[in-house]
């Protein structure tokens, strides 16, 4: 019986894993097609990418997003830590329900309400203090802040609920004040959440299109948007070399994170056991 379990198991892996990265590979593999239509295979060649990197317009496209994903990230990221602390420590302060439901609201909100909401409130900021005069990369960083927070407090407000306060303590009793005690001590242990929610937040602004629909002017066009515009005329093979470029980038990122996030982690728990052997 339990044999039968293991390869029903693993069966599923196996189809759920083909089924995420089956097309992915599909893609990445008509990105070396010689021929330009999508259903014929022409032969084995890399014209594509040569083309591609001529295009200006996919490579100022390409630049939006990525100063676009790389602000808004950092930004949400440092706003949501700040969100999932408080969330965390601070259970009973008034307002704590509301705040929490506006932290958390993009989560479960259509983007299409999101995108509609946001850029009302950009007209309506115009029309009353006369900014912002005209959407464009300032009301699109704006608006990847807002939706992207709410995914990097929920990660930290996790990581917070888990955290051992005893070593905050013992910092504290020991002469540190809150502000060092969190630069030195709770920050460091809760870096791999930072940077986890950091990639998550970067990852949902690079990828977002219907919140920049809303959002952006002209000269802020993004990648997904010029993906968006190509697809619908027609699936133009550049397209397969780009995806399968952000593929790998992408997949660089994450692979070598990790194996950073792993090394700092281990180095921890060998100070950690130093440490207490000292004690002993």
Known sequence: MSSRLSWFILLILVLGFAFLYGPMLVLITYSFNANKLMTLWGGFSVRWYPELLTDSQVLNAAKNSFVVASVSATFATVLGTMAGYVLARYRKFRGRLPFSGMVTAPLVMPEVITGLSLLLLFKQLDTWFGWPRSMGFTTVILAHITFCMAYVTVV?????????????????????????????????????????????????SLDDLVITLFTNGPGSGTL?????????????????????????????????????????????????????????
């Not at 952000?246 to 990122?253: E, L, M, Q, W």
């Open 224 to 280: 997904p948007q010029l993906i968006f515009s190509k697809v619908r005329r027609g699936v133009d093979p550049t397209i397969n070399a780009l995806a399968t470029i952000i593929i790998a980038v992408v997949s660089t990122g994450v692979i070598t994170s990790h194996i950073l996030m792993t090394r700092a982690e281990r180095r921890r728990q060998r100070d950690i056991q130093l440490a207490l052997q000292s004690n002993k």
């Open 156 to 204: 930290m407000q996790s990581r917070f609920s888990t955290f051992d306060i005893s070593l905050e303590e013992a910092a504290q009793d020991l002469g540190a004040r809150p502000l060092k005690t969190f630069l030195v001590i709770t920050l460091p242990i809760v870096a791999p959440a930072v940077i986890s929610g950091w990639l998550l937040a970067f990852t949902i």
